[in-house]
């Protein structure tokens, strides 16, 4: 026995649902490893945080030192200033090295945030189109039903006025 259109129909709409079932599978593993992903770049966006604000905090010291020591509030010795200076600035040039790589980290963390988002709109968009083939079927089935209800009532219709006819000429 052949399939009709509507059987072609149904068979092809839950070949396509079964395919969109297994991508939103994949779709939900891409999911759990990008979200993996932002987790550890936000770790490490977050100790570079903490790095940076340690680095701001020893060169807000460094600076107080050498204010110290400008203020004349006690005796220093001219190396002494000039090692303390030094040393603030390669605190200063650590401190914009670690600025630089956690704005670089920062930018990772969004561009991983933008990813989680672009799979999290797939899945949506996936699990509607899944959702519309299913709907699909069950608007086909109904049509289905609906004529071969219409083709019964039709037939018993049909013999109901025959059984009529031959009542009919029977009496005559």
Do not use: P, W, Y
């Not at 149904?10 to 779709?27: F, P, V």
């Not at 989680?116 to 709109?121: D, E, K």
């Not at 949506?124 to 079927?137: S, T």
């Amino acid at each position: 026995m052949g399939m009709n259109a509507a059987d072609r129909r149904i068979a092809a709409l839950r070949r396509t649902a079964e395919r969109r079932t297994r991508l939103e599978d994949s779709l939900r593993n891409t999911l759990a490893a990008q979200r993996e992903q932002h987790a550890h770049a936000a770790a490490q966006r977050d100790d570079k945080s903490a790095a940076v604000q340690s680095e701001r905090e020893l060169l807000l010291a460094c600076h107080e030192r050498i204010a110290q020591l400008m203020s004349g509030s006690k005796a220093f010795a001219l190396a002494e200033m000039n090692a303390s200076m030094r040393h603030a600035e390669i605190v200063a040039d650590r401190l914009r090295v670690a600025e630089g790589e956690l704005a670089m980290l920062e930018q990772a963390v969004e561009a991983k945030a933008l990813e989680v988002a672009a799979t999290l709109r797939a899945i949506a968009n996936n699990r509607g189109r899944i959702d519309i083939c299913k709907a699909r079927v069950a608007e086909i089935r109904r049509s289905v039903e609906a004529a071969a209800s219409d083709a019964a009532d039709e037939e018993a219709e049909e013999a109901a006025l025959a059984r009529m006819r031959i009542n009919a000429r029977s009496v005559v």
